[in-house]
């Protein structure tokens, strides 16, 4: 999987981010893990290029997507939406899964932590998917509602 996600270099580029989450849902699609799933996308064409990573964003849009398809265990609807305030631009990523306890929410972007123990899931998706939002200057925020699902939104700079 790495190979498809990690490009040989790590250079920062101006970057369509529609392109880089499609290159991204083209390789969950190949794992078979979005035909029991609906997909609502809900791109704005006018969002600005972000100055960014391919490869980089491309792993955080896999560990958040990955995520939200784990959440809804084979059904449910994922939404990606995308749009831009002043200065950046947003991907709003959303599942209608289980939610995330309120005691579970703080720790999700912890190295090692994990409810998936019995899938021997390693808890470093969102950890990392972290580390490189904020390596490109941007954020990652989350909402959540046990039982009904979670969104979450990846802010990044647009390019100067
Ligand atoms: N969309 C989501 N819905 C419900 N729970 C979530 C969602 N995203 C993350 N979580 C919770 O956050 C935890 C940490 O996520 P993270 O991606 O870091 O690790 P993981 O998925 O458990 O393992 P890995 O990504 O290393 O395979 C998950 O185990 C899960 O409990
Ligand atoms: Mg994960």
Do not use: W
């Amino acid at each position: 999987m790495l190979s498809f996600v990690r490009q040989p270099t790590d250079e920062k580029r101006d970057l369509n981010i529609h392109d880089t989450i499609e290159a991204t849902l083209e390789i969950i699609g190949f794992q078979g893990r979005l035909r029991d799933v609906g997909i609502r996308k809900n791109y704005n064409d006018s969002v600005p290029n972000v100055r960014g990573c391919e490869g980089s964003l491309r792993q955080v849009f896999l560990s958040i997507i990955t995520n939200a398809l784990d959440s809804m265990e084979g059904s449910g609807t994922l939404t990606v939406e995308t749009g831009a305030s002043e200065n950046a631009v947003f991907v709003k990523i959303g599942d209608t899964g289980q939610g995330i306890s309120q005691e579970h929410v703080s720790r999700i972007f912890d190295p090692f932590f994990t409810t998936k123990a019995e899938k021997r899931s390693a808890g470093l998706g969102l950890s990392i998917a972290g580390k490189i939002v904020t390596d490109h200057n941007g954020c990652i925020e989350v909402t959540t509602k046990e039982c009904e699902g979670t969104t979450f939104t990846i802010n990044l700079p647009v390019s100067a």
